[in-house]
């Protein structure tokens, strides 16, 4: 199904959108309803995301899914985004591997719930050789730990004496991220009016065009995204050089 949309067909797709998924907790409170009930329903807009990412052709889909400061959340939420993070993969991997999408992971294994990194383990090697949209999950992600860790490796590696300190550039360095192999973010998202990183894709976004949506998350559909990337094709990416 093609999504109607004035400019989407007449310029090239962005290679890759990121999403910070927010404002479940809001969603949810306007409603009168628990904060775990707009997390449900977040995980439905997840499913339109994917879905209306794999329908325009979009070759990289990263969600935000839990940052590495989620975890001061009371306990209780934390495990409802766990058991939710559960239950997606396991309703939706098998679906996702027909539809050639390749899962991948970033952010750090440590502290994860174990059965969590064993969904995570079966969810990319099963996927691995998928040739569709590539989805990547950002979970206990935080990117100035991503940044230290990439320069704790270059720091091993000179003082292993394999690297020379002079070698060490924005190439090295982008080589040691969690996201090595994959394009930088065209466009980055963020719904429920927040205009903020939050600790997502510091060094990734250095050129995303950022669009802000007042929606809150659980409201987003795939008309949202096929919005944000006219949006996209709207603005003029000079990369520091002058209009051509
Ligand atoms: C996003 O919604 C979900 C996660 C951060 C995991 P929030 O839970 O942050 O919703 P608000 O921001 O409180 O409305
Ligand atoms: C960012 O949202 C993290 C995710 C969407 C997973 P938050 O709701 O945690 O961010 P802050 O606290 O408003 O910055
Ligand atoms: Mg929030």
Redesign the pocket.
């Given at each position: 199904m093609q999504i109607p949309s004035p400019v989407i067909d007449r310029q090239p797709l962005p290679t890759h959108v990121a999403i910070i998924?927010?404002?479940?907790?809001?969603?949810a409170?306007a409603r009168g309803l628990p904060?775990s009930a707009?997390?449900h329903r977040?995980a439905e807009a997840v499913r339109r995301a994917v879905e209306g990412a794999r329908e325009l052709g979009v070759g990289y889909l990263t969600l935000?899914?839990?940052?590495s400061e989620?975890w001061k959340r009371p306990a209780a939420e934390v495990d409802d985004?766990m058991g939710l993070l559960r239950l997606y993969l396991r309703r939706e991997l098998a679906e996702l591997d027909r539809n050639e999408v390749r899962v991948r992971f970033i952010g750090e294994r440590r502290r994860l719930p174990e059965d969590i990194v064993q969904l995570i383990d079966e969810a990319e090697a099963l996927t691995e050789r998928n040739r569709g949209l590539t989805l990547v999950i950002a979970l206990n992600y935080g990117s100035q730990l991503e940044i230290v860790r990439a320069a704790q490796a270059l720091a091993c590696e000179v003082a292993r004496g394999s690297l020379l300190p002079e070698d060490i550039d924005e190439t090295a360095f982008r080589k040691r991220l969690q996201t090595a192999d994959i394009p930088d973010p065209d466009v980055l998202i963020r719904t429920?009016g927040?205009q903020r990183l939050s600790n997502f894709l510091l060094w990734q976004a250095a050129y995303a065009e950022l669009v802000f949506l007042d929606i809150?998350?659980p409201d987003f559909g795939k008309a949202d995204l096929a919005g944000a990337i006219d949006e996209f094709h709207r603005r003029e990416r000079r990369y520091g050089a002058v209009s051509s």
């Amino acid at each position: 199904m093609q999504i109607p949309s004035p400019v989407i067909d007449r310029q090239p797709l962005p290679t890759h959108v990121a999403i910070i998924m927010d404002g479940n907790g809001r969603w949810a409170q306007a409603r009168g309803l628990p904060r775990s009930a707009g997390h449900h329903r977040g995980a439905e807009a997840v499913r339109r995301a994917v879905e209306g990412a794999r329908e325009l052709g979009v070759g990289y889909l990263t969600l935000y899914a839990f940052s590495s400061e989620n975890w001061k959340r009371p306990a209780a939420e934390v495990d409802d985004l766990m058991g939710l993070l559960r239950l997606y993969l396991r309703r939706e991997l098998a679906e996702l591997d027909r539809n050639e999408v390749r899962v991948r992971f970033i952010g750090e294994r440590r502290r994860l719930p174990e059965d969590i990194v064993q969904l995570i383990d079966e969810a990319e090697a099963l996927t691995e050789r998928n040739r569709g949209l590539t989805l990547v999950i950002a979970l206990n992600y935080g990117s100035q730990l991503e940044i230290v860790r990439a320069a704790q490796a270059l720091a091993c590696e000179v003082a292993r004496g394999s690297l020379l300190p002079e070698d060490i550039d924005e190439t090295a360095f982008r080589k040691r991220l969690q996201t090595a192999d994959i394009p930088d973010p065209d466009v980055l998202i963020r719904t429920s009016g927040e205009q903020r990183l939050s600790n997502f894709l510091l060094w990734q976004a250095a050129y995303a065009e950022l669009v802000f949506l007042d929606i809150l998350w659980p409201d987003f559909g795939k008309a949202d995204l096929a919005g944000a990337i006219d949006e996209f094709h709207r603005r003029e990416r000079r990369y520091g050089a002058v209009s051509s």
